[in-house]
T-cell receptor, first 112, second 108 residues
Framework: DAGVIQSPRHEVTEMGQEVTLRCKPISGHNSLFWYRQTMMRGLELLIY????????DSGMPEDRFSAKMPNASFSTLKIQPSEPRDSAVYFCASTRGGEKLFFGSGTQLSVL | GQSLEQPSEVTAVEGAIVQINCTYQTSGFYGLSWYQQHDGGAPTFLSYNALDGLEETGRFSSFLSRSDSYGYLLLQELQMKDSASYFCAGAIDYKLSFGAGTTVTVRA
């Protein structure tokens, strides 16, 4: 199994630009999570999907952030417009259920 | 809400034993998980305790006491490759919340 696949690995953009992060979960996993990691705030849950449906987006910082999961094998996290404070590592994780989350390699986002 | 507290860093020598404690404050909480993250890498699952007691997986063991809202991760026979950050995580339903992490540095 290829594991959770995220792209791009690194993204450098200018303030105000739109950023789209992509995630392919492990086949057969029905739950998908987007996390953000910073030194100051640690690992924060942004949004959770179950069977492609957003269940809880209370962790999304503000309206500039949106996430979609059009099918079981693909999800996106979009930031529009981006701001320097959005700079972080964004992880996607999936699970078949239970406590074992499988994380992707993450996207290192730098907003200048 | 959920709050998990763990020490920020621990340093030990190769071959030593390290215990990382985790205390949590939450209601409706079930189970405690542990994840390892090497610098620049992704968190990887180490263990999960749903019930009180000790779970052993090779050199790593994890313990949970729900009555004390406390758990720990025990790293035995430390190796240089064990230098990493270790996170305890607790779940209510689907929401897995992570502690701030403990950086373990293994010295030769």
């Amino acid at each position: 199994d290829a594991g959770v696949i995220q792209s791009p690995r690194h993204e450098v953009t200018e303030m105000g630009q739109e950023v789209t992060l992509r995630c392919k979960p492990i086949s057969g996993h029905n739950s998908l999570f987007w996390y953000r990691q910073t030194m100051m705030r640690g690992l924060e849950l942004l949004i959770y999907f179950n069977n492609n449906v957003p269940i809880d987006d209370s962790g999304m910082p503000e309206d500039r952030f949106s996430a979609k999961m059009p099918n079981a094998s693909f999800s996106t996290l979009k930031i529009q417009p981006s701001e320097p404070r959005d700079s972080a590592v964004y992880f996607c994780a999936s699970t078949r259920g239970g406590e074992k989350l499988f994380f992707g390699s993450g996207t290192q986002l730098s907003v200048l | 809400g959920q709050s998990l507290e763990q020490p920020s860093e621990v340093t030990a020598v190769e071959g030593a034993i390290v215990q990382i404690n985790c205390t949590y404050q939450t209601s409706g909480f079930y189970g405690l998980s542990w994840y390892q993250q090497h610098d620049g890498g992704a968190p990887t699952f180490l263990s999960y305790n749903a019930l009180d007691g000790l779970e052993e997986t090779g050199r790593f063991s994890s313990f949970l006491s729900r009555s004390d809202s406390y758990g720990y991760l025990l790293l035995q026979e430390l190796q240089m490759k064990d230098s990493a950050s270790y996170f305890c995580a607790g779940a209510i339903d689907y929401k897995l919340s992570f502690g701030a992490g403990t950086t373990v540095t293994v010295r030769a």
